[in-house]
């Protein structure tokens, strides 16, 4: 058995060790596109029509994830990079200036992850609330944008105060190198796993595994499962009450996409977060896993999460007609005046349309005003072209 357990771990360190030469390349790659992905979020969900409590959770998760991806970017440049993984410990690589940057870096990411899976838990309970009490009231609408606002608010102050010990377990320590008695800094072993093991370390790891990992990913299961009936018997009750039409049935296959769009966010974020509390909890009661498997499956964690954290514009894109068309119209709509073929109304027709169902009803006036117009500048376009 031991032989066994000591082949599985030589061949878990020569793969950690054969990716995290591209590593950092790679991860420079993923961060970039997030931040420029995660802009045009931020963008689209912030337009007058797109205003709802769950956009505006998106938009605050957006921003969530461009400050962690802003962070990695010098961290995966400066120790993958510039200097690789394998590279022996030198005064430019260990400087005290950039190992303060690691702790830096370090205590940021884990704030900016635990908020990110507490705001996908709001996001799974906000919707999960629209479904059962849905509401086309204006005044109800703003009430509960107003109260999303103050739960992220509370989301992102508690997460960086629950995490303030685990701030202070991370400290650098003054080492020496042997060939030139040149110092160096390293960061202080917190000797996972072992029975020397500080007592207040283990407090903060199994304060961070329950509170930033393991809880949240339960209720997002408990949510989404609940989010997942819902809105089944939301479809096949108004299917059965409402004999709907095809216009109608469009609308309920839109409202499902946005569900299901929803749902494949906190399926990625389970998929990101869950192992990673197993795995911290399992450093923290097994012998010498921290050493021979944790930090061998960094570089592999460090990466899904950040592909987690770029993918959500493509989840986006290809599960909401709204953010697409809004996308679209912001970035892509080089001729607002052409007529689409399949349904003889322009863009900007369809999104003063998506206004109208997202304002109040003494815009609606003002909003057909501009259909009006805008069908009236096709019209004469069409003429001079004929």
Avoid at 94 to 102: A, C, F, K, R
Wanted: glycine letters at 4%.
């Amino acid at each position: 058995m031991k032989e066994n357990q000591s082949a599985s771990g030589g061949d878990l360190l020569v793969f950690a060790q054969t990716y995290a030469a591209y590593h950092g390349y790679i991860s420079i790659f993923v961060c970039i596109f997030g931040i420029v992905t995660n802009v045009f979020n931020i963008t689209v969900l912030t337009r007058k029509h797109m205003r709802t409590p769950v956009n505006l959770i998106l938009t605050w998760l957006a921003v969530s994830d461009i400050i962690t991806m802003l962070s990695y970017l010098p961290f995966a440049m400066h120790f993958y990079c510039i200097y690789p993984a394998d590279a022996n410990k030198s005064t430019e690589k260990n400087s005290e200036g950039w190992m303060l940057y690691m702790i830096f870096h370090i205590n940021l990411a884990a704030t900016t992850h635990t908020v990110s899976i507490w705001l996908c838990v709001m996001l799974a309970i906000v919707r999960y609330l629209h479904i059962r009490s849905p509401t086309k009231a204006n005044s109800m609408r703003l009430q509960r944008i107003k109260q999303s606002r103050y739960g992220i608010l509370f989301i992102y102050v508690s997460s960086a105060l629950i995490l303030v010990p685990n701030y202070m377990s991370n400290k650098l320590l003054p080492d020496v190198l042997p060939d030139s008695n040149e110092t160096i800094y390293v960061l202080r072993d917190l000797n996972l796993g072992k029975n020397d093991t500080e007592t207040m370390v283990l407090i903060n790891v199994w304060i961070y595994a329950f509170t930033a990992k393991l809880v949240p990913c339960l209720l997002m299961l408990i949510f989404g499962s609940l989010l997942i009936y819902n809105i089944h018997v939301k479809i096949r009750q108004r299917r059965k009450i409402l004999q709907i039409s095809g216009a109608s049935s469009l609308r309920l296959s839109e409202h499902s996409r946005t569900t299901k769009m929803l749902l494949a966010v906190i399926i990625l974020f389970l998929l990101t977060e869950l192992p990673q509390g197993v795995l911290i909890i399992l450093s923290a009661c097994v012998e010498n896993f921290y050493d021979q498997v944790y930090l061998l499956l960094g570089d592999v964690m460090d990466i899904v999460a950040l592909v987690n954290n770029a993918v959500n514009f493509i989840l986006y894109c290809s599960m909401s007609t709204k953010f697409r068309e809004t996308f679209v119209h912001l970035f892509c709509n080089f001729h607002p005046l052409r007529r689409s073929e399949d349904s003889g109304y322009t863009l900007t027709d369809r999104l003063a349309k998506l206004d109208s169902h997202s304002n109040n009803n003494e815009n609606n006036h003002h909003l057909h005003l501009l259909q009006n117009h805008f069908r009236k500048l096709s019209a004469e376009h069409r003429i001079v072209r004929e």
